[in-house]
């Protein structure tokens, strides 16, 4: 499994404030790339997006993320919960790079300049790193789920 430097954590870290303030547009913007790929789009709650729910749920998610990536222990509720709906909804790996080049520049188009290259890269390291825990995560799941 993945893991990061100091400095990423530290960067990532240090967005929280904006994430904070900027998520729920973040994740609105990172939705609307994401659902240009149809069969992508399909996969999801139409309701749910349509409310807002599921780009408010990511928004918080994601600043939980930015507060807590140095204590990934505090996040294993929330990663179970994520991890159960990726495989009721049927995510797999393959989908994991999508939500990267969807989210990343959601990212910059939101926060702009602020969002610097480096930036973008500590984003892009910390979402691989999670990414493979829940990959891990929902393979056993499907396993466990194939066995039953």
């Known amino acids: 499994m993945r893991t990061v430097s100091a400095q990423t954590i530290a960067i990532v870290k240090s967005t929280a404030p904006a994430i904070e303030k900027h998520g729920l547009a973040i994740t609105t913007r990172m939705y609307e790339r994401l659902f240009q790929d149809a069969e992508i789009a399909a996969m999801f709650d139409r309701a749910a997006q349509e409310s807002g729910e599921q780009p408010k749920r990511l928004a918080a998610a994601i600043l939980a993320y930015a507060k807590n990536i140095d204590r990934l222990d505090a996040l294993g509720p929330a990663v179970g919960r994520m991890v159960a709906r990726h495989v009721e909804t049927g995510v797999k790996a393959e989908h994991y790079p999508a ?50």
């Open 99 to 148: 939500v990267a080049n969807a989210l990343l520049p959601a990212i910059r188009d939101v926060i702009g300049e602020a969002a610097t290259d480096e930036v973008l890269a500590a984003w892009g390291e910390a979402y691989w790193m999670l990414a493979d825990i829940l990959i891990a995560a929902e393979a056993q799941a499907y396993e466990d789920s194939d066995a039953a």
